[in-house]
Nanobody, 123 residues
Framework: QVQVVESGGGDVQAGGSLRLSCTAS????????MGWFRQAPGKEREAVLC????????YYADSVKGRFTISRDNAKNTLYLQMNSLKPEDTAMYYC????????????????WGQGTQVTVSS
């Protein structure tokens, strides 16, 4: 059984930083790709960043380029999202998700999800 658990969210002032973590257990297939999504109240869930097992990553949200970076530790089955220079518009529930093979910007293409971790950025 696959279990995905995010952590690291919280309240931060604009300009601050947070590091989200995501641990995925039960992923026996070595081809799993991991992604970060976010959803603000009243808005659609949007893809933020994705990283394939070999380290190739894809940005889906232009607004985070230069501020957010994604990384993974395959030995620990852990995914990270380093968020710097946070803005109030980054406020959202952040989700970690997994799927086989290549990255996708569509949340419907992901098989396994965590429960989310809330990030709130105040001005």
């Amino acid at each position: 059984q696959v279990q995905v658990v995010e952590s690291g969210g919280g309240d931060v002032q604009a300009g601050g930083s947070l590091r989200l973590s995501c641990t995925a257990s039960g992923l026996t297939d070595a081809t799993y790709t991991m992604g970060w999504f976010r959803q603000a109240p009243g808005k659609e869930r949007e893809a933020v960043l994705c990283i394939q097992r070999g380290g190739i990553n894809t940005y889906y949200a232009d607004s985070v380029k230069g501020r957010f970076t994604i990384s993974r530790d395959n030995a620990k089955n852990t995914l990270y999202l380093q968020m710097n220079s946070l803005k109030p518009e980054d406020t959202a529930m952040y989700y970690c998700a997994a799927r086989r093979w290549i990255c996708s910007g569509s949340w419907q293409n992901y098989d396994h999800w965590g429960q989310g971790t809330q990030v709130t950025v105040s001005s």
